[in-house]
């Protein structure tokens, strides 16, 4: 039972380069999340999906593109990488839209 | 505008002692409000999770606090260890709306020996 897992761990891109970020869960739950994490702001959202087969834009969406490929996996896409989305990126799940989310390990981007 | 802030930014005690830490918001309608905790290099795990009508709430070393009134949250950790040091993050759901939750930026706690 691995919970929630992200790969890679660690990218390092250049400018204009494109990638996807993969995130798998074995929990059966419905919502999955995806969020960006920078020194002093804290966590915000970038997309989520409520359910399988639907997905929303969060807070800070512009850059990015999803795709909720089953109920297990929430993938994340930068088409065009940019030094301003240099961050720390989270995927996250919940049983349901309220719930405690699980979060995974995280994935260290740098875009140079 | 709903918001979420948390005091300290940073704080550093030593090992065996009590500290506590301030969670703020304005976040409305209120549904609940979450501790988490986040060591380095790894993801948010939750602590605990409080709804409008319970006022403290236990997991262990940790004690959490809500005064609704006054929108306000503590975390209470007694006795402090050396794995207690890092981010927590209080993180308050609004009852309506698609983007419901709402994150501070963090406490970051070091424990020292």
Partial sequence: NAG?????????????QSMTLQCAQDMNHNSM??????????????????????????????????????KREFSLR??????????????????QGRDTQYFGPGTRLTVL | KNQVEQSPQSLIILEGKNCTLQCNYTVSPFSNLRWYKQD?????????????????????RYTATLDADTKQSSLHITASQ????????????????ANNLFFG?????TVIP
């Fill in chain 1, 78 to 95: 930068l088409e065009s990488a940019a030094p301003s989305q240099t961050s720390v990126y989270f995927c996250a799940t919940s049983l």
């Fill in chain 2, 40 to 60: 380095t290099g790894r993801g948010p795990v939750s602590l605990t999770i409080m709804t409008f009508s319970e006022n403290t709430k236990s997991n262990g």
């Fill in chain 1, 4 to 16: 929630v897992t992200q790969t890679p761990k660690f990218q390092v891109l250049k400018t204009g």
């Fill in chain 2, 105 to 109: 930026t963090g406490t970051r706690l």
């Fill in chain 2, 82 to 97: 050396l794995s207690d040091s890092a981010s927590y993050i209080c993180v308050v759901s609004a009852s309506a709306g």
């Fill in chain 1, 33 to 70: 999340y995806w969020y960006r994490q920078d020194p002093g702001m804290g966590l915000r959202l970038i997309y989520y999906s409520a359910s399988e087969g639907t997905t929303d834009k969060g807070e800070v969406p512009n850059g990015y593109n999803v795709s909720r490929l089953n």
